[in-house]
């Protein structure tokens, strides 16, 4: 059994759902204490994260990703015990396999290999670990880099482990991400009886037209890294179960997934005027949970593709699709941010699983990308 798979059995092996780390960080914090790492717990709330650092000079590389995970749900619907890691067919079973327990394992392995290697190479080398990615993600990686930032200590490069690949490992590098703002709004009416409806004025009705434009609407076209802004509607209600009663409000929730073309505030200028001009009586909050960025080709995402090429023989697309990640707290601060993880297939899925092979194949990879940045021989 390799290091790498024997390291994600003992991780999955605790179920750490959000925000319990159950202790994860704490076996991750010994085997990298022993490296020369210092190590520094910066926990907020019920929230543990770990920050863990080899060196003081720079550049400053730097593995990031999270402990925790997302509930198993009903074990039943499992092939095996969800918390209990089972090797069948030359996969890895369990949660977090993929998302991203394996991730933590492959480098953690990786940065032991590369230390035999090249103990004393240049610039610094750090671990951003947390238990609250797959939560409110508010006491986690956002704080820890908070925290950083307000001491004047720079990421310049930042691996996040996420489960970036679609068909073979290594064949997709996430360098970057599109923001999200999600709007919760309330329309409001006079509630009434249907048989009398100019008494009454209902909110449905008057929602609908404003709803159609809502959705036929361009909101940009995109560039060269993002496709265009999207906009989709995710839950609607109203009335009161009576079919007999108009009723007085309506509530629509939605999200926009939108590129650098577009601004949170610009959008949700642009939705507040078109419901104001169609005339209707309402309230909205907006909560946006990450802008957009995207690292261009460079150091990082040069190391990232020879790394995949030696180790895979593979030319790595760049992709900025899929939901959000932690990624989206570090880049901000002007690091260079990738994220590139196992096969995402079955990430939050009964029977979660991650080839075992592929679990070396990503260490391997982890190693080339240091190998890149950070050897001088």
């Known amino acids: 059994m390799s290091a790498t798979l024997e390291l994600a059995r003992e991780l999955i092996g605790r179920d750490s759902v959000t925000p319990d780390d159950r202790g ?87 940065v032991e290999r590369f230390l035999r290697a090249h103990p004393d190479h240049p610039g610094s080398l750090a671990f951003l670990l947390t238990s609250d990615e797959e939560g409110p993600a508010v006491d986690g990686t956002k704080k820890v880099v908070e925290a950083l930032e307000a001491r004047g200590e ?19 590098i996430k360098n970057g991400r599109r923001g999200s703002l999600s709007g919760d709004l309330v329309v409001r009416g006079r509630q009434g009886h249907v048989a009398y409806p100019h008494l009454a004025d209902n909110p449905v009705h008057r929602l609908a037209p404003a709803l159609a434009e809502l959705v036929a ?54 939705v507040e005027t078109l419901l104001e001009a169609h005339g209707l009586d309402f309230a909205i909050d907006w909560k946006c949970s990450g802008e957009p960025f995207a690292t261009p080709e460079g150091d990082l995402v040069e190391a990232c593709r020879a790394a995949i090429r030696d180790v895979t023989g593979l030319d790595a697309g760049l992709s900025t699709g899929g939901g959000t990640s932690d990624a989206r707290f570090i880049a901000p601060t002007g690091a260079q941010v990738v994220e590139l993880g196992p096969l995402n297939a079955t990430i939050h899925q009964v029977d979660e699983h991650v080839g075992v092979a592929d679990l070396d194949r990503l260490s391997s990879m982890y190693e080339g990308v240091l190998e890149k940045l950070l050897a001088t021989d």
């Open 24 to 110: 994860c960080q704490q076996l991750l914090a010994r085997r990298l204490e022993a490296l020369g790492f210092r190590i520094e717990r910066m926990d907020f709330g019920e929230v543990t994260n770990l920050w863990a650092r080899r060196g003081e000079t720079g550049p400053l590389f730097c593995f990031a990703g999270h402990t925790d995970v997302v509930p198993a749900g009903d074990p039943g619907q499992w092939s095996s015990p969800p918390f209990e890691p089972t090797l069948r067919d030359g996969q890895l079973f369990g949660r977090g396999a993929a998302d991203m327990k394996g991730s933590v394992a492959a480098m953690t392995t990786a």
């Open 217 to 270: 609407t361009r909101w940009d076209a995109g560039n060269e890294h993002f496709p265009p802004t999207t906009f989709q509607v995710s839950n609607i209600s109203g009335g009161t179960g009576a079919t007999n009663v108009i009723p007085g409000e309506v509530r629509v929730q939605f999200n926009f997934r939108f590129s650098t073309e577009s601004t949170a505030e610009g959008l949700q200028a642009r």
């Open 154 to 172: 720079k990421i310049d490069w930042c691996l996040v482990g996420e489960p970036s690949s679609e068909s073979v490992v290594g064949d997709t």
